[in-house]
């Protein structure tokens, strides 16, 4: 069964000025076991609606389960570095975003072929154990001679060695929500390609790492195997497991008058600062060549922003003096490509210098760029 939650429906709630949100709804039902299924594709939308339901729903005595599906998207855990995660100069260039998300754990790629599900309790009913046995469950029960099995490790493989589904998770005070993915058909050499760093070995951090792990897709086993089926058994899967027989209710994650509050959400979700921003302090040493030039690169990265960069230029090749304003200038900038391009060219106009140097400088910038 599917309700669609719409302006006409609060309206036929009995409220002429929209007095019920989402949480108020969900107490009228009564359920003990309430199913969602986001009508979004956005990862920003999506991500709020997590968050607005943790933080808006009584979850006491109430479960839900939320499924949801992605556009393609590289998704950060909350205290994860970006540079050190993935190929950010392949995803400008492939037009896929970046978002963190507020929950711990590694990266991951989704996109339609990925099912996403997030499960609701309160603290005291907080059990991946069990939310996994739901995932499990509704595969064998689709095919029962298909080998699946979670780990210690909250994932879950294929054959023993294949990862199929990560988990994450995010503990408030009285809430609590675990997500997983689940990969049906995920275009795996977007996947390998984005999630593979350009800059990681000349980053130094304590930021979380990922655990990178063999994957593979239902589909590749079993054609069969569609993402609908298997929301579908998850459905089923979930209410056996819970005793519960609540019906599936499609929501729209960007309507301000059923959750209140969750465009702001989204919209501080999608800001600089929390995606790159919240980075763990890290520095980067590296060499670059720059007409057969050996140039040693050193900054430190605190809040996403520039806070030291400093040069090794021999004497001979660049002056001293342009140097050290050369890094000056980056200095208390982000460490972003755009920025960096951007300062490079401010600097050069606000520069007195000679067409082989600027040269240079537009060399050594790419040489920056190319870390970022």
Known sequence: MILRLSNRACVLSGSARLKSTLSTFFDEMGKAGIILKSASTGIFENLALEDWIHDHVDLQNRSMLLLWRNCPVVVIGRHQNPWQECNLPLMRRLGIPLARRRSGGGTVYHDFGNINMTFFTSKKKYDRHRNLKV???????????LDVAATDRFDILLNGNHKISGTAAKLGRTSAYHHCTLLCSVERSVLSSVLKSNASEVIKSNATPSVPSPVKNLLDVDP???SNII?????SQYNNEFGFDGPVITV????????PGIQKMAQDLQTWDWIYGKTPKFSVCTSIVVNDVNIKLDMVIKNG?????????PEDWLPSEMVNEFTSALNG??????????????????????????????????????VM
């Open 333 to 370: 900038s982000r460490y972003c490509s755009n920025e960096a391009a951007l300062l490079v060219a401010a600097f050069m106009r606000t520069h007195s210098m000679t067409d082989d140097v600027a040269e240079k400088i537009h060399r050594l910038c790419a040489g920056v760029v190319s």
């Open 252 to 259: 729209d994650p960007t309507h301000e008058a059923l959750m």
């Open 135 to 145: 995932v499990t469950g509704a595969l064998k029960a689709l095919r029962p001679d």
């Open 224 to 226: 069969t195997l569609d």
């Open 231 to 235: 929301m579908d058994a998850i459905v």
């Open 305 to 313: 922003t520039v806070e030291q960069c400093a040069m090794e230029i």
